[in-house]
């Protein structure tokens, strides 16, 4: 032990004497931050976390192979080494020594650029700081260790720039230190798995950005501790005293042997892709973590109120401040910029009535592929300016995963709230779909679609199964059907049974209903809204005085009954929507077009009736009875392509009389408020999520006004709508 303190003391004070030594482990890396800080406006927001990570990956992949590995082999080729031989002593005081005066060294550096990121850019002092230190001190330890085994391995010093090139210069241009893993292909970004400084600087990304602990990254922290551990080991096997003892070539292949760790990581993550996918949502939270000023804006709050003009401050993510009037300028904020003069922001819209798992039109293909479809509608309706939808009986499992990738950031797209499985029953409403699939089948799906209770405790049972699968609400089918086509109908006292659980579950209810009758039974089992409401008959003013009291949301879904004419018409209007056109996949609206304009087309709903005009009139009454309104489109049904359809729906209603503030409102703040999210989206207001919808002019005037879509954002990122399809 005498030895080990006595080479470390000895080495500390060596190189603090060594100005190259002091130069590269200290001002170097501080002309990297200040590069990259200025460059990369750290500043603004989160950026600040990626400039450290990346200054301070850099500086450690330095230390490692320049100032471990060549610095052996230059005292080696200097014969300082040989020195050593004479003494007492074994290798491995030598390279231990090497390895913590290393460490020692470069630790204050960690202390330095935070310091100088905090004090400097803002950026706060990370919250898992004992995880940071201890994951970086395991960094510097593996890649001391692969320069030790470098110097162990080559036989001068020309051979050692050579072999730590090979191994620096990958590890820096793919482990994100550089340039974002997140820009690369996927096949690259795959190959960048195999390498340890991706998984370190992963690690230390997830420490830093997404405040994760030591133990949420024990996979590259074990991997780094025993690279180090073995690469020290076997450096002291391999240990030379004297530039004239060879070893053969052969031996270089110890340098693979201690990347074997990282070989086993590589191929899991080839398999997985879940640091490909972690990558993706590290990024997303830097994008989202940008400053912005939106200036000089019609400013719709979601709650009625307008200011004429006023402008927004964002900060990582969220609304910082609103200003009414003049606003100070972006520069003196630290934010960029977004000139909104003559333009209207809103609160993103949200449609509450959705089917992902149905495209909306009728394809010529012969297979349909679920999941991509799905993700492709939710990027659909980001796209369109509609930021958060509402999922109503879509295959759960599928869902939730969908819904999962949104909100981590890996796939961008509409944030997505779930009903989970539709409640029916038997013969009720909703297992039409399913009547010609062998039953073996048929049960795997109704078990991700339906619940089909036939007891009131059954019932209950059913909402705590969906609740504990993490849905965020419960949808009930209440309805009979209509002349022509009939559906046993729920009993109440179940219907009953599925609410008061559901409200004891803290799950809001809404009832899909056909007629007065339904909407009557719903409200008497205290449901939170009603999904389509009536569009076979005028809902008696009673009734609609019982929605306004109870405060229970109503959603007239206007689109789908216009729709649904249209198709009996053999009509294809709502195919050529320029937001559809922009959205839709061209062969799916080419082939729906043709099926639409078919016999088979025209005869679907040859029975409906003018449902469109009954359901225009219910709506209006409801809207002067007091209700609260909501807006859903039932995108997924015949000619409702996901995306756009909340636009047109908008559009119905201030042709139906309803004034355009109001439908705003019910597309924003109330469409919260059913969701149970109002507390974070729907209005424009300090500490709320920073996704909007700014448009060119005036929806308040012209309701069109919300398809000429110039900005999208999502919890603060500026999404590039012509990226979000091409999304892999």
């Keep these: 032990m005498a030895a080990y303190i006595a080479l470390i003391r000895t080495s500390l004070r060596l190189t603090m004497r060594d100005r190259t030594v002091l130069f590269f482990n200290y001002l170097f890396p501080l002309v990297f931050f200040f590069v990259f800080a200025q460059v990369m406006h750290a500043e603004q927001g989160g950026i600040i976390n990626q400039v450290v990570n990346m200054v301070l990956t850099i500086s450690v992949l330095g230390s490692g192979f320049f100032g471990a590995g060549m610095r052996a082999v230059s005292d080696r080729e200097q014969n300082i080494l040989r020195r050593f031989k004479v003494a007492p002593i074994s290798p491995m005081p030598i390279l231990v020594s090497t390895m913590i005066t290393g460490i020692i060294h470069y630790l204050p550096v960690l202390f330095i650029v935070l310091a100088l990121s905090h004090f400097i850019y803002g950026m706060p002092v990370p919250p898992q700081w004992p995880s940071l230190v201890v994951f970086l001190t395991a960094g510097v330890f593996a890649f001391r260790a692969l320069g030790l085994i470098v110097a162990a391995t080559v036989n001068s010093m020309q051979e050692s720039g050579l072999v730590t090139q090979l191994l620096y210069l990958p590890m820096l241009f793919l482990s994100g230190a550089t340039f974002p893993i997140s820009i690369m292909p996927v096949w690259l970004q795959t190959v960048a798995q195999f390498l340890p400084a991706t998984h370190y600087f992963t690690g230390m990304q997830s420490i830093l950005g997404a405040r994760e602990s030591l133990l949420q990254n024990l996979q590259p922290f074990f991997a780094l501790a025993l690279c180090g551990a073995v690469g020290l080991f076997i450096a002291s096997k391999l240990f030379r005293w004297e530039k004239g003892e060879k070893v053969r070539p052969a031996a270089k292949a110890w340098v693979l042997g201690v990347m074997a760790p990282f070989l086993i990581l590589g191929v899991y993550q080839a398999y997985t892709k879940q640091n490909v996918a972690k990558n993706k949502g590290l990024e997303r939270q830097i994008m989202r973590s940008r400053s912005l000023l939106i200036r000089n804006a019609r400013i719709f709050v979601g709650d009625g109120q307008v ?339 909340l636009h047109r729906e908008l559009q119905l209603w201030v042709k139906a009389g309803i004034p355009p503030a109001i439908a705003l409102q019910a597309a924003t703040y109330n469409a919260a408020r059913l969701l149970r999210a109002d507390s974070r989206i729907g209005l424009i207001r300090k500490g709320y999520e920073a996704t909007l919808l700014l448009v060119d002019g005036n929806p308040l005037e012209d309701i069109s006004a919300t398809e000429r879509i110039s900005v999208v954002l999502f919890k603060g990122e500026h999404i590039s709508r012509s990226e979000l399809f091409k999304q892999e």
């Design 307 to 645: 200011i004429e003009n006023g402008s927004v401050l964002i900060r990582n993510g969220h609304i910082e401040q609103v200003f009414a009037g003049a606003a100070p300028d972006g520069k003196s904020l630290k934010a960029d910029e977004i000139e909104a003069a003559g333009k209207t922001l809103l609160p993103g819209l949200i449609d509450v009535h959705i089917h992902l798992a149905s495209s909306g039109g009728f394809s010529e293909k012969q297979t349909y592929n679920q999941p991509a479809a799905m993700s492709r509608a939710l990027a659909a309706y980001l796209f369109s300016g509609v930021t958060a939808v509402k999922s109503v009986g879509d295959p759960l499992d599928t869902a939730l995963k969908h819904r999962a990738l949104v909100a981590s950031g890996v796939r961008s797209g509409a944030e997505l709230f779930l009903t989970g499985p539709m409640f029916t029953i038997e013969g009720g409403h909703g297992t039409e779909y399913f009547k010609g699939i062998p039953e073996q089948i048929r049960k795997q799906i109704y078990a991700q679609v339906l619940r089909l209770p036939k007891t009131p405790e059954e019932a209950r049972r059913d909402v705590d199964e969906v609740k504990a699968k993490g849905v965020d609400g419960i949808k009930a089918i209440l309805e009979g059907g209509w002349p022509g086509t009939l559906f046993e109908r729920m009993d109440v006292s179940i219907l009953r049974a599925v609410a008061v659980e559901a409200r004891a579950q803290k799950l809001p209810i809404v009832v899909h209903t056909g007629d007065s009758r339904d909407i009557a039974d719903a409200l008497r089992a205290g449901v939170d809204g009603i999904e389509h409401g009536s569009a076979r008959d005028v809902i008696p003013a009673e009734i609609l005085a019982e929605l306004k009291r109870s405060g229970t949301a109503y959603d007239p879904t206007l689109a789908v009954l216009e729709a649904i004419g249209d198709l009996r018409n053999g009509k294809t209007d709502l195919l050529n929507r320029s937001l559809v056109q922009q959205i839709g996949p061209s062969d799916l609206l080419e082939s729906t077009k043709k099926f639409v304009q078919s016999d088979a087309g025209k005869g679907m709903f040859k029975g409906a009736g003018n449902l469109l005009a009954v359901g225009t009139d219910n709506l209006r009454r409801a809207w002067q009875a007091g209700a609260m309104l909501v807006t859903g489109t039932d995108s997924g049904n015949p000619l409702l392509i996901h995306g756009s359809a």
